[in-house]
Nanobody, 116 residues
């Protein structure tokens, strides 16, 4: 099971940190990815992190503004988002998988709204 939290309403230029807590069989998967889906758009990747070595990969839209980190003791991955803009408004999902191309488990999503 994956549980996201931390979404909400933030003003343009603001920051949010999303959390993704893993439990059960999802803990067997070494990769946690974050995705987002804006209204009327397809789901898009934001970035992912390896739970074993902490290596990260970011999409072009997330690079330089978003940071992934992990707390293995708490089975939690964090997505720190800075300099948020209205185009970052979306439902954000975390997912777990065996590699960076397959995600078998998904959370329920958390809404992020960037608006003044």
């Amino acid at each position: 099971q994956l549980t996201e939290s931390g979404g909400g309403l933030v003003q343009p230029g603001g920051s949010l940190t999303l959390s993704c807590e893993a439990s059960g069989s999802t803990l067997e998967n070494p990769i946690i990815g974050w995705f987002r889906q804006a209204p009327g758009k397809e789901r898009a990747g934001v970035g992912d992190i390896s739970l074993s070595d902490g290596s990260t990969v970011y999409s072009d839209s997330a690079k330089d503004r978003f940071t992934l980190s992990r707390d293995n003791a708490k089975s939690t991955v964090f997505l720190r988002m800075n300099s948020l803009q209205p185009e970052d408004t979306a439902v954000y999902y975390c997912a777990a998988g065996p590699n960076r191309w397959e995600f078998d488990y998904w959370g329920q999503g958390t809404q992020v709204t960037v608006s003044s």
